[in-house]
C-alpha cells in the first residue's frame, strides 16, 4: 500500500454540497483533479496521483445517513423535581 501525504500548507477548505444527489463535496485549496480511494460507509478520499496528497473529501448520503441516525434515538424525558415546602 502506497504512503498518503497529508498536507501541512494551511489552505483554505472548500465545500459543496448537491442536496439533489445528497452529496458533500469538500476541498482542500482549490478543487483539483484527483483519484477517489473508496475508504467505506460513504466515505471517498480524493487523492492527487502525482505527489499522492490528499486533496479532498466525497462524502456520500450525509443527510440521509444523519437523519436515519437520530430518527433511531429515543427522546430523553427528564421528569421534574417538584420540591414541597414545609411549614
Do not use: C
Amino acid at each position: 500500500m502506497e504512503t498518503i501525504n497529508i498536507s501541512e500548507k494551511k489552505e483554505k477548505i472548500k465545500w459543496d454540497y448537491d442536496a439533489e444527489a445528497d452529496v458533500l463535496y469538500i476541498s482542500f485549496g482549490n478543487p483539483q483533479n484527483a483519484e477517489g480511494v473508496d475508504i467505506g460507509e460513504g466515505t471517498i478520499v480524493r487523492v492527487q496521483t502525482d505527489t499522492n496528497e490528499i486533496t479532498g473529501l466525497t462524502i456520500i448520503n450525509p443527510l440521509h445517513r444523519t437523519l436515519k441516525s437520530l430518527s433511531g434515538k429515543q427522546p430523553v424525558r427528564h421528569k421534574k423535581k417538584v420540591s414541597t415546602a414545609t411549614k
